[in-house]
T-cell receptor, first 112, second 114 residues
Framework: KQEVTQIPAALSVPEGENLVLNCSFT??????LQWFRQDPGKGLTSLLL?????REQTSGRLNASLDKSSGRSTLYIAASQPGDSATYLC???????????FGKGTKLTVNP | GAGVSQSPRYKVAKRGQDVALRCDPI?????LFWYQQALGQGPEFLTY????????KSGLPSDRFFAERPEGSVSTLKIQRTQQEDSAVYLC????????????FGPGTRLTVT
């Protein structure tokens, strides 16, 4: 059974810092991967999708990469802002299955 | 354009009652998913539809859970004889196609069973 670990579980940083969130899969055969943010009491907002033919994706201050040989992904956030405070979740799909398997998330707090 | 919508947003049910949760996916989206999220956890897969066909229901926790999408658009997740352990947020997601497509999530329905 696929399991996803996200490290760290929580992170508190001052505004302006660059930071890295990590995600790893027990089964490295990941077809594609999405990163989401979740604000308290809200649904999930999709941030980035790394498709099957890709290794990296960028959107604004966010950059995500996926190493398929190891089953590890990182989300890099540049110049963090208080508005980035949220829980960040990674989720992967395996070949032949449409469902996403999620980690428990990293709770990020960016202090002004 | 409109995103995925879910109703009701909050539902309180007494133990033993039946509940029905509705999901309106993004118009034209072929794939529809239901996930369950317990407090402090990541979402867990329940079931998947491609158009009106339910292709994967491996995540449904018991036969009290039933989902349908009869016309390939709106979907309903029904829980019969609710139990306290059913208390969770139920999330619906849709995607444009099959395979390498982004999943878009609705705001969720928070179910509390008392």
């Amino acid at each position: 059974k696929q399991e996803v670990t996200q490290i760290p579980a929580a992170l508190s940083v001052p505004e302006g810092e660059n930071l890295v969130l990590n995600c790893s899969f027990t089964d490295s055969a990941i077809y594609n991967l999405q990163w989401f943010r979740q604000d308290p009491g809200k649904g999930l907002t999709s941030l980035l999708l790394i498709q099957s033919s890709q290794r990296e994706q960028t959107s604004g201050r966010l950059n995500a990469s996926l190493d398929k040989s190891s089953g590890r992904s990182t989300l890099y956030i540049a110049a963090s802002q208080p508005g980035d405070s949220a829980t960040y979740l990674c989720a992967g799909a395996q070949g032949g299955s449409e469902k996403l398997v999620f980690g428990k998330g990293t709770k990020l707090t960016v202090n002004p | 354009g409109a995103g995925v919508s879910q109703s009701p947003r909050y539902k309180v049910a007494k133990r033993g009652q039946d509940v029905a949760l509705r999901c309106d996916p993004i118009s034209g989206h072929v794939s529809l998913f239901w996930y369950q999220q317990a407090l402090g956890q990541g979402p867990e897969f329940l079931t998947y539809f491609q158009n009106e066909a339910q292709l994967d229901k491996s995540g449904l926790p018991s036969d009290r859970f039933f989902a349908e999408r009869p016309e390939g658009s709106v979907s309903t997740l029904k829980i019969q004889r609710t139990q306290q352990e059913d208390s969770a947020v139920y999330l619906c997601a849709s995607s444009l196609g099959v395979g390498d497509y982004e999943q878009y999530f609705g705001p969720g329905t928070r179910l509390t069973v008392t």
